[in-house]
């Protein structure tokens, strides 16, 4: 039932890193565009970082350019985001998102917490 899960959140010191991987079933099939985003307390949903599949392209949020690192790795079916000298503006709950084509479906997983510490 769930197709999304994130892990590898918790809490860390300003400075220190963590890895936030998102498995996914591997009946998503056709993924065409791969996202994390975040959400803090009091705080819109924030695009943190998007990639294409196809082409490797990949955006960042401006406050992570340089920190934050996209990737997937398709045996595993697992898209991952690399976090790097976080800080305490970091701390929200991040959440995995997921595009297809044929079908064309946005899938979203249930979110993993980060808090950043000074």
């Known amino acids: 039932q769930v197709q999304l899960v994130e892990s590898g959140g918790g809490l860390v010191q300003a400075g220190e890193s963590l890895r936030l991987s998102c498995a996914y079933s591997?009946?998503?099939?056709?993924?065409?565009?791969m996202g994390w985003y975040r959400q803090a307390p009091g705080k819109q949903r924030e695009r943190v970082a998007t990639?294409?599949?196809?082409?490797?392209?990949?955006n960042y949020a401006d406050s992570v350019k340089g920190r934050f690192t996209i990737s997937r790795d398709n045996a595993k079916n697992t898209v991952y985001l690399q976090m790097n000298s976080l800080k305490p503006e970091d701390t929200a709950v991040y959440y995995c998102n997921l595009g297809t084509i044929f079908p064309v479906r946005d899938y979203w997983g249930q979110g993993t917490q980060v808090t950043v510490s000074s």
């Open positions: 990639a294409i599949a196809l082409s490797g392209s990949t």
């Open positions: 591997g009946s998503i099939i056709n993924i065409n565009v």
